[in-house]
């Protein structure tokens, strides 16, 4: 069966749906919602930050607007623990839950950590499915059915071909470059351990690329910036296009 809507929760209570049927192709915007001024055809976004303080009105607006557009057969997709609300809050055939990292580990939710706890135990017994990107992950949920390991994975022959344009921040370094893409955050980056390398390798260029977390970015400006070899900037942006 195709489901004529699917979305997932993201923060705040942003939903994403995909309509086979009452979508045009000029885009929808929820009114109100504070969504982007254009969109895809079949791609609706709805983002609130209703839920921070009330999940309950959040999903009763949420609900008026399902309605409204006549949404059958939903698919709930998720991949955040710390909201568990919407598991049968809106009518959904199936539900799923991606989980991506154990967020029990991750410093940043420290203060919600019990929360989550609890949160997981709900997944665990309202999840139709359940998508691991890790075998430990897996364990977590305690499930022998219905708990999917899906490594993590990439098309080296794609990846290793020469890039047809790279960003002129990227394309004018010395070679060769030692590189990092993703978060920068406390649990990803040893700041001390960068800095060495730099210093030991000042022939060598060094680019972080990704957002910078708050509380790294302080530690950052001090310990790296002022390097020759890695930058002055907070973070570096490059687009890789292939054919």
């Given at each position: 069966?195709?489901?004529?809507?699917?979305?997932r929760?993201?923060?705040a209570?942003?939903?994403?749906?995909?309509?086979n049927?009452?979508?045009e192709?000029?885009g929808?915007v929820?009114?109100?919602?504070?969504?982007?001024?254009?969109?895809k055809?079949?791609?609706?976004?709805?983002?609130?930050?209703?839920?921070?303080?009330?999940?309950?009105?959040?999903?009763r607006?949420?609900?008026?607007?399902l309605?409204?557009?006549n949404l059958?057969?939903?698919?709930?997709?998720?991949?955040l623990?710390?909201?568990?609300?919407y598991?049968?809050?809106?009518?959904?055939?199936?539900?799923?839950?991606?989980?991506?990292?154990?967020?029990?580990?991750?410093?940043?939710?420290?203060?919600?950590?019990?929360?989550i706890k609890?949160?997981?135990?709900?997944?665990?017994?309202?999840?139709?499915?359940i998508?691991?990107?890790?075998?430990d992950?897996?364990?977590?949920?305690?499930l022998?059915?219905g708990?999917?390991?899906?490594?993590?994975?990439?098309?080296f022959?794609?990846?290793?071909?020469?890039?047809?344009?790279?960003?002129?921040?990227i394309?004018?370094?010395?070679?060769?470059?030692?590189?990092?893409?993703?978060?920068?955050q406390?649990?990803?980056?040893?700041v001390e351990?960068?800095?060495?390398?730099a210093?030991?390798?000042?022939?060598?260029?060094?680019?972080l690329?990704?957002g910078?977390?708050?509380?790294l970015?302080?530690?950052?400006?001090?310990?790296?910036?002022?390097?020759?070899?890695?930058g002055?900037?907070r973070?570096?942006?490059v687009?890789?296009?292939?054919?």
């Amino acid at each position: 069966m195709v489901p004529e809507c699917a979305f997932r929760p993201c923060w705040a209570g942003a939903l994403t749906a995909l309509n086979n049927y009452e979508i045009e192709k000029t885009g929808y915007v929820m009114p109100g919602a504070g969504g982007p001024d254009e969109i895809k055809h079949k791609l609706l976004v709805y983002s609130s930050v209703q839920s921070a303080w009330s999940e309950t009105a959040f999903y009763r607006r949420l609900n008026q607007e399902l309605k409204r557009l006549n949404l059958k057969n939903i698919v709930l997709w998720s991949y955040l623990p710390t909201f568990v609300g919407y598991f049968g809050s809106v009518g959904e055939q199936v539900a799923v839950f991606d989980a991506v990292d154990n967020w029990l580990e991750h410093s940043s939710y420290t203060k919600v950590k019990e929360r989550i706890k609890v949160n997981y135990q709900t997944i665990r017994t309202k999840a139709d499915l359940i998508f691991t990107t890790a075998a430990d992950l897996a364990k977590l949920f305690n499930l022998p059915e219905g708990c999917i390991f899906v490594p993590n994975g990439v098309d080296f022959e794609r990846i290793n071909q020469a890039p047809r344009l790279t960003g002129r921040d990227i394309a004018q370094l010395p070679r060769p470059i030692i590189g990092y893409i993703g978060t920068i955050q406390e649990d990803r980056v040893d700041v001390e351990l960068i800095r060495y390398l730099a210093e030991a390798n000042p022939q060598k260029s060094f680019v972080l690329i990704g957002g910078v977390w708050p509380g790294l970015r302080k530690k950052i400006k001090e310990r790296l910036q002022s390097l020759p070899n890695l930058g002055k900037r907070r973070s570096i942006c490059v687009n890789l296009m292939w054919p």
